[in-house]
């Protein structure tokens, strides 16, 4: 019999609906829509794919401007990194979450992020 090593499941593993009901916690700060409209936190809509600190419109921390300028792109492994301690990543960002540390939650949530955050 062999064990399979835990790892975290990719995001097309996880179920973007259930993503969508993790992302509740997010809506207190971040809307996902096509608008140029961003709330206390830039929206997510175009996330996927896009340089950190780059949504138009939203004034970022100096922190997340220094991290895109430097390549910081939103795509699965930097999202897994952020959305599990955004102060590990941006330690003098603005976020105030904590972090999602339950890897089923973090794995549906990157799943709805990447269904509902591309670029159109």
Same mark, same amino acid.
């Given at each position: 019999m062999s064990v399979a090593p835990l790892m975290p499941a990719a995001a097309q593993?996880?179920?973007?609906? /259930?993503?969508?009901?993790?992302?509740a916690q997010c809506r /207190?700060?971040?809307?996902?829509?096509?608008t140029p409209r961003n709330t206390v936190g830039p929206n997510l809509?175009?996330? #996927?794919?896009?340089?950190?600190?780059?949504?138009?419109?939203?004034?970022y921390s100096a922190n997340m401007t220094a991290l895109g @300028? @430097?390549?910081?792109? #939103? +795509?699965? @492994?930097?999202?897994? @990194?952020?959305?599990? +301690?955004p102060k590990a990543v941006a330690p003098q960002g603005s976020m105030a979450?904590?972090?999602?540390? +339950?890897?089923?939650?973090?794995? +549906?949530?990157?799943?709805?992020?990447r269904a509902n955050t591309q670029p159109q």
């Open positions: 593993d996880g179920d973007a609906e /259930a993503g969508r009901r993790v992302f /207190a700060c971040h809307i996902v829509d096509n809509g175009g996330l #996927w794919g896009r340089q950190a600190g780059a949504r138009e419109g939203f004034r @300028a @430097a390549g910081y792109v #939103w +795509n699965e @492994a930097n999202l897994r @990194a952020y959305l599990t +301690n979450f904590a972090g999602i540390s +339950n890897p089923e939650q973090l794995t +549906n949530l990157v799943a709805y992020l």
